[in-house]
Each structure stands twice: as structure tokens, then as C-alpha cells.
């Protein structure tokens, strides 16, 4: 069963993975965790590196913290 708040966290996740590949094409180079809690209205660093990892862990995002 999902929860209203996994929808809400599917929800960001699914905008992190949208700017990173917007943000990639364009720029050539990936955004920094500053840039995308800009962009998606995150407050805390911690919540963009959280949602990271689910995706990594989800196969949905693969790229090394260099």
C-alpha cells in the first residue's frame, strides 16, 4: 500500500531525476545537491542526498559522488 507520503516523495524524486537531465543536457556536467534543492524547493541538504540514494538504490540514477 502507498502511503500519501510516498506519492509525495515519488512525486520529488520524479522532479530530481527531470532537472538532472535537463540540467545535464544543457549544461554538459551534472547540477550540484545545492542547485537541485533550489530547483525542486528543498530546504535541507540532507533531504536532496536522501532521495539520491533511493534512486541510485532504485536503479533509477547511476553516477559516482566525484
Known amino acids: 500500500m502507498v502511503t500519501p507520503e510516498g506519492i509525495k516523495a515519488m512525486r ?6 527531470s ?3 535537463e540540467y545535464t543536457q544543457q549544461h554538459g556536467y551534472r547540477p550540484s545537491e545545492r ?3 533550489e530547483n525542486i524547493g528543498l530546504q535541507s541538504m540532507n533531504s536532496v542526498r536522501k532521495h539520491i540514494e533511493v534512486l541510485k ?3 533509477a540514477l547511476k553516477y559516482d559522488d566525484a
Open 19 to 21: 532537472f538532472i537531465i
Open 57 to 59: 538504490r532504485q536503479g
Open 12 to 17: 520529488k524524486r520524479k522532479k530530481i531525476i
Open 35 to 37: 542547485e537541485i534543492a
